[in-house]
């Protein structure tokens, strides 16, 4: 349960950083004339709502296996992340559409004092990156990944407005759509990442084999287990933060069934004490040929 609490937390830590953080960005944005960072503060707005559902989907896909979900709730989270993926997109076209909208209407150039704000956001929202990043690897948490992703999505939307922020005040009138065309940007940038966060995880759903450094870990291991002359097939399926593994493993033919089985138990044991990450290992006993 120590991966599940770590990931609980980090989502915690996004939700409450998102809150500060967009309310910061829709009030500069708004008396700073930017539309920029108010394209921004929707950005983290939305971040705000897909954390919570980050929330919900680990603390589900951590109940234990039932009657009814005998390989447990893990299937959850690459669910989930499909939703998170969905308030990216939904944000990139708001973004989008407002920013096409103030490219057509004359306004004030921003505030000067936006930069500095800015520059304050884009350096908090790496270093939430970075955290939220490395909690998700070492909870092998897909969902908490693809929040991470927000956190640094939201970095590069900063960035864009900061660059057409600049130029909009470095070359004063006739420029101030450059704050706007950032925010363009910016969208586009949400929806490439979009799609960097949603393929992995229909990956996931989809059972596709990407576990080949887990498959070479587990044949290692397998190797020091007495009676196991070597493995066969081995196949991995993701499900939450933990995974499920089939595994063939050739043994003496001349033993008896209650041996093979007693060896298979042993590797069972073994496995699940070197690889806390493996939830269920189901192994079939081959006879050495």
């Known amino acids: 349960m120590r991966s599940e609490k770590k990931a609980i937390k980090a989502t915690y830590f996004s939700i409450v950083g998102n809150s500060l953080l967009a309310l910061l960005k829709g009030i500069t ?3 700073g004339n930017s539309y920029a960072l108010i394209a921004d503060a929707i950005e983290s707005t939305s971040d705000i709502f897909s954390s919570l559902f980050v929330l919900f989907g680990l603390k589900y896909a951590n109940r234990p296996a039932d009657k009814n979900h005998p390989y447990g709730h893990g299937r959850a989270e690459p669910l989930i992340t499909f939703l998170v993926v969905g308030f990216l997109v939904a944000s990139a ?3 989008a559409y407002e920013s096409i909208l103030n490219i057509k209407t004359p306004h004030e150039l921003p ?12 350096t908090i929202k790496e270093i939430f990156y970075r955290i939220v990043k490395k909690k998700g690897e070492e909870t092998n948490s897909s969902s908490l990944k693809a929040d991470a992703w927000h956190h640094r999505s939201d970095a590069i939307t900063s960035v864009t407005a900061f660059i057409g922020i600049s130029i909009a005040l470095f070359f004063g009138k006739g420029y101030e759509t ?11 940038v949400i929806l490439y990442n ?18 080949e450094d887990i498959v070479e870990e587990i044949r290692k291991e397998a190797r020091d287990v007495k009676g196991v002359i070597d493995t066969e097939k081995c196949y991995i399926r993701k499900s939450g933060m933990k995974y499920h593994v089939d595994l063939h493993v050739i043994v003496n033919a001349k033993i008896t069934v209650s041996e093979g089985h007693r060896i298979a138990h042993d590797l069972k044991d073994h496995l699940k004490d070197k690889m806390p990450q493996l939830a269920d290992i189901l192994i079939h006993v081959e006879p050495d040929e």
């Open 111 to 122: 505030k000067p004092y936006t930069l500095i704000v800015l520059g304050v956001i884009i």
């Open 178 to 188: 450059a704050d706007d065309w950032a925010a363009l940007i910016a969208a586009v």
């Open 29 to 31: 944005g708004y008396f």
């Open 194 to 211: 979009s799609y960097l966060i949603f393929r992995p995880a229909l990956g996931e759903i989809m059972d596709e084999h990407v576990y």
């Open 93 to 95: 076209v708001i973004i």
